[in-house]
């Protein structure tokens, strides 16, 4: 069974920049198409940026432009660049697979001034 351990995240001042990683266990990594996720209180949990088999990189359209999705199969690891940083990027944000497999505990992302 593949799990998902979230880093990166913390308060940044508006316009700043994060870099988030997710380190994912088990063997079928590189064969799975990734995702980062976000979710605020109360809100249903969003796909933020997506990179599915072929490399076809899909992001929301709140974040394009200022969010890069990568990978690293050697590392088993997915990371979510993000620069310009806005309040409303403020959220849980997880990575998963596309379908989703059982969640990690996720990584707070806080922008503020």
């Known amino acids: 069974q593949v799990q998902f351990v979230e880093s990166g995240g913390g308060l940044v001042q508006p316009g700043g920049s994060l870099r988030l990683s997710c380190v994912a266990s088990?063997?079928?990594?590189?064969?799975?198409?990734m995702a980062w996720y976000r979710q605020v209180p109360g809100k249903q949990r969003e796909l933020v940026a997506s990179?599915?088999?072929?490399?076809?990189?899909n992001y929301a359209d709140s974040v394009k432009g200022r969010f890069a999705i990568s990978r690293d199969n050697v590392k088993n690891t997915v990371y979510l660049q993000m620069n310009s940083l806005k309040p409303e990027d403020t959220a849980v944000y997880y990575c998963?697979?596309?379908?989703?497999?059982?969640w990690g505990q996720g990584t707070q992302v806080t922008v503020s001034s």
């Open positions: 998963n697979a596309v379908p989703t497999l059982p």
């Open positions: 088990g063997s079928i990594f590189s064969i799975l198409p």
């Open positions: 990179d599915t088999r072929g490399g076809n990189l």
